[in-house]
């Protein structure tokens, strides 16, 4: 399973980014995919997630401003992310990851993404 994450970059205060996730090679009809930041110096934290029924999740810090959507084709798994009215605690590296038991617990992760959001 491969994991990769696109579209990050920089923007200002109040922008829009659109990140991007594919999962390929995932072997199961079921799972959790979902986006999380690491902004510098604190944990890696879980923004907003989404399963295989469509059942959405996000965290209070982004409730409102982020939307996770889904797609999918014959062998890859897609996960977006549109970012609203980012902040500058909006900066941080954003990870995909994905996982067949819940979203509790990850099972592929990609490599990330940097946001960054300046004044």
């Known amino acids: 399973v491969t994991v990769a994450e696109s579209g990050g970059g920089s923007v200002q205060a109040g922008g829009s980014l659109r990140l991007s996730c594919t999962a390929s090679?995932?072997?199961?009809?079921?799972?959790?995919m979902a986006w999380f930041r690491q902004a510098p110096g604190k944990e890696r934290a879980m923004l907003a997630s989404?399963?295989?029924?469509?059942?959405?999740?996000?965290a209070d810090s982004v409730k409102g401003r982020f939307t996770i959507s889904q797609g999918n084709d014959d062998k890859v798994l897609y996960v977006y992310l549109q970012m609203n009215k980012l902040t500058i605690e909006d900066t941080g590296t954003y990870y995909c990851?994905?996982?067949?038991w819940g979203c509790g617990a990850m099972d592929y992760w990609g490599k990330g993404t940097q946001v960054t959001v300046s004044s």
């Open positions: 989404i399963d295989s029924d469509g059942v959405n999740m996000y």
């Open positions: 090679g995932w072997p199961y009809s079921s799972y959790c």
């Open positions: 990851a994905i996982g067949r």
